[in-house]
């Protein structure tokens, strides 16, 4: 039975495991600090650690990518810690699936397709860029099969370090103001991570796809403004969005660096941001999750905190 092994147990990992459990498939889930994930077996292993990221996937025939360092540190640990991955992939002889974003473009009038240049000048955007070139290379090179899903800002049940994370719903169940940035009226598309999830395992179940990107499947694309308008009317609550400038999140970096992080991408909250998945839905079917039931089921998380308990 093939063996998979899901690196980093965040959002994108559970989801994937998620995805697999469905399927009849236990995979191991390595991080750091062996944190039990539901449906998974556990390994601990530090990943930028060439030998320890070996060992931890040394049995693998499919190894999906999704551990990352602080988004801070992007530019300093991100690149490095693939290069790990793919080392390590390539000596188990597993396919590499990785979980990606679509920071790689940059500033693009239109929406966003597989077939742009990745020309980014964010610091974050040129790390993103050349990670796929590397991916790119080291499969081209035959020294690893490689396959990436690329989501956009994503959200739902467990996302809390997002766009649209707990600083997004937490306020909207509790009916108090809503901090966005950018302008909320502008489109922009927002990633269901549990879509994302079920993407990148049909991605690996599906040699055709392997040696390039593909954009996942995405709910419908609206602005912001009605993202959170749908959103606290499923929460039956009253809804203020409260504007955050560049300023605010530069003098919040002082004490919270992902803060002064999001300052360079607020381009794609400033204008239309619409990431279209057309080549993806032809090869493997458009299964996202429709809007109002991806918000449903995300409100339904944030709320449940709230609840009183029964006795």
Known sequence: MTTHVVLGAGPVGRAVVASLTTRGITPAVVTRSGHAVPGATSR????TDPAAAAAAVADAEVVFQCAQPAYHRWPQEFRALQSRVIGAAAA???LLVVAENVYGYGVVPGPLTEALPLSAETRKGQVRAQMWRDLSDAHRAGQVRVVAGRASDFFGPGVTASAVGARFFTPIVRGKPVPVAGDPDRRHTYTYVPDFGEALVRLSETPATWGRAW????????????????????AAEPLRLRPVRPWQLRLLGTLVPAAR???EMLYQFDDDHVVDHTAYAAVLGDHATALDDALAATIAAYAAPLRPATR
């Open 44 to 47: 601990r292993a530090d990943l």
């Open 215 to 234: 954009h996942v499947p995405n709910p419908a694309t609206v602005t912001t403004r009605e993202f959170a308008e749908r959103a606290a009317t499923l």
């Open 261 to 263: 992080e999001t300052v």
């Open 92 to 94: 188990a002889g597993a």
